[in-house]
C-alpha cells in the first residue's frame, strides 16, 4: 500500500508542471474549461512538451557551466526548471492562441481553415475592433464601442460604452450613460460599422440610413 501511494505522490509530482501549464492557458485565454478528465488528458500533453524542453535545457545549462557555473544538476534543479519552463510554455500557447498566428501560418500552407479560436463570436471580435450595432431581441437597436463582450455568446455580459439608441429618427444620445450592460441572452445579432476610408460618417444625431459608400 505504501508503494502504490509512493508511486502515486511521483505520478502527481511529475504531472504538477502540466497542470501549471494547462492552469496558465485557461487563465489567459477564453477557452472553456474542460472536465476533469480531459484536464487530466491536457497536463499529460503539456508534460510531454515540458519533459522534451528538459532535454534541451540540461545539455544547455551544461555547456554554459563550462564558462560560468550555475550549479549542480539533480532533482531540485530539474524541478525548478521544469516549473519554469511549465510557466514558459503555458505563456506561449496562451499567446498563440489570442493572436492566431500560428493557425494563420497553418492556414497559409493549406493545412486547416480553422482560427486559434474557440468560436467564431470570439474570433470576430476578436478580429474586427470597431463600433457596432446590437440588435436585441425586443427589436431595439444600440451603438455603441464594445468595451468588453462575452467570450460565450451564450452567456455573459456585454459592456457598450456612449451608447446611443438607434431609432427610425437617428442616433438617440444618452448624455448621462458612460456604459450600458446587456446579458448575451437579450442580443439577437451583431452589426460592425465599418471603419475605413471609403465610408463617409455622419453625425450620431443623423439618420444612420443616410451612411452610405463614398465611390457611390
Known amino acids: 500500500m505504501e508503494a502504490v501511494s509512493g508511486d502515486l505522490f511521483k505520478i502527481l509530482m511529475l504531472l504538477l508542471p502540466g497542470f501549471l501549464t494547462a492552469w496558465i492557458f485557461h487563465a489567459f485565454t477564453a477557452y472553456p474549461k474542460p472536465s476533469q478528465f480531459e484536464r487530466v488528458v491536457q497536463a499529460l500533453i503539456f508534460t510531454v512538451f515540458i519533459q522534451a524542453s528538459l532535454y534541451i535545457i540540461k545539455p544547455t545549462l551544461l555547456w554554459l557551466g563550462n564558462y560560468h557555473s550555475f550549479g549542480h544538476w539533480n532533482v531540485e534543479a530539474k524541478t525548478l526548471w521544469s516549473y519554469i519552463s511549465a510557466f514558459t510554455i503555458g505563456i506561449v500557447f496562451s499567446t498563440l492562441a489570442n493572436n492566431d498566428k500560428f493557425h494563420a501560418f497553418m492556414r497559409f500552407i493549406g493545412v486547416?481553415?480553422?482560427t486559434s479560436y474557440h468560436c467564431e463570436w470570439f474570433g470576430t471580435f476578436n478580429a474586427n475592433v470597431t463600433h457596432v450595432i446590437l440588435h436585441l431581441t425586443d427589436d431595439r437597436r444600440?451603438?455603441?464601442?464594445?468595451e468588453e463582450w462575452p467570450a460565450d455568446p451564450e452567456r455573459g455580459q456585454f459592456i457598450l460604452r456612449n451608447p446611443s439608441w438607434v431609432t427610425e429618427k437617428g442616433y438617440e444620445d444618452m448624455p448621462t450613460v458612460k456604459y450600458i450592460m446587456f446579458k448575451s441572452s437579450d442580443i439577437k445579432w451583431v452589426e460592425f460599422i465599418q471603419d475605413n476610408p471609403e465610408v463617409i460618417y455622419v453625425?450620431?444625431?443623423?439618420d444612420p440610413s443616410t451612411i452610405q459608400n463614398s465611390g457611390s
Not at 444600440?142 to 464594445?146: E, N, R, V
Not at 453625425?203 to 443623423?206: G, Q
Open 112 to 114: 486547416t481553415k480553422q
Open 203 to 206: 453625425e450620431k444625431s443623423a
Open 142 to 146: 444600440i451603438f455603441g464601442w464594445p
